[in-house]
């Protein structure tokens, strides 16, 4: 089964639909952000999820050792490393601590799709070129990319910019999903067999959410467009 991860949680209410929803995943992000949560509060509304949900810490070039504390303290079970991290920060972070790591990969279409001058070739040569730099992740999500911006961008990116990559870990979907999308985005992964093998799950953020707060409403048609 496709594994949900709700991101950007930070209100009771919001701890209170993951639970009722039984969700797979939540996402507290750290990072500069309008759903950016403290240390002190991602703790506090950890308290209050379902034991069963596991926590992931969304974070941006945070420094490494402050990263590896959040899991190492409990806040998170998973990191999601969604900035600049490199195969050295990954390496180091994997010293500090035993948490599995997600790495989130950008992207890039180019104005796909392009005709000619080899042009699409190197935007396929180019993102497949970003697994091999962050290789040391357990998991990758893939994300759209949108110049200086790291992500929750709401933009949906074309599954044709996973052609050729060799995907050999366990993967997340990103990037504009909401309740009327996400059931198509999911099909076409599944009946694709170069990608089947290691999808693992979608993550979800402004597709749930009204006004820049998560949505009852939207969370619930989210969950049953997949699950029914």
Do not use: W
């Not at 991860?5 to 209410?13: A, D, P, S, V």
């Not at 639970?19 to 309008?34: E, H, I, Q, T």
């Amino acid at each position: 089964m496709v594994k949900v991860k709700f991101c950007g949680i930070r209100r009771t209410e919001d701890i209170e639909a993951v639970n009722r929803l039984k969700l797979d995943l939540a996402g507290f992000v750290f990072a500069k952000s309008k759903r950016q949560v403290t240390k002190e509060q991602a703790a506090a509304l950890k308290e209050l999820l379902d034991p069963g949900i596991k926590t992931v810490a969304v974070l941006v070039n945070m420094p490494v050792e402050e990263a590896a504390a959040l899991a190492n303290t409990g806040i998170a079970d998973l990191l999601q490393l969604h900035g600049d991290e490199d195969a050295d920060y990954i390496a180091k972070l994997k010293t500090l601590t035993g948490s599995k790591i997600i790495k989130a990969i950008r992207l890039r279409s180019g104005g796909l799709p392009v005709q000619g001058n080899g042009a699409e070739e190197r935007v396929y040569t180019a993102n497949a070129g970003l697994l091999a730099e962050v290789a040391q992740a357990d998991y990758y999500l893939f994300d759209t990319f949108v110049a200086d911006t790291y992500g929750g961008t709401g933009k949906t990116f074309s599954l044709s910019l996973l052609k050729g990559m060799r995907i050999d870990k366990p993967f997340f979907l990103a990037g504009g999903l909401d309740a009327d999308n996400v059931a198509e985005i999911i099909r076409q992964v599944q009946k694709d067999e170069t990608l089947r093998p290691n999808f693992y799950g979608v993550d979800v953020s402004g597709g749930i959410e009204t006004d820049g707060y998560k949505d009852t409403v939207k969370m619930e048609a989210f969950m049953k467009a997949i699950r029914g």
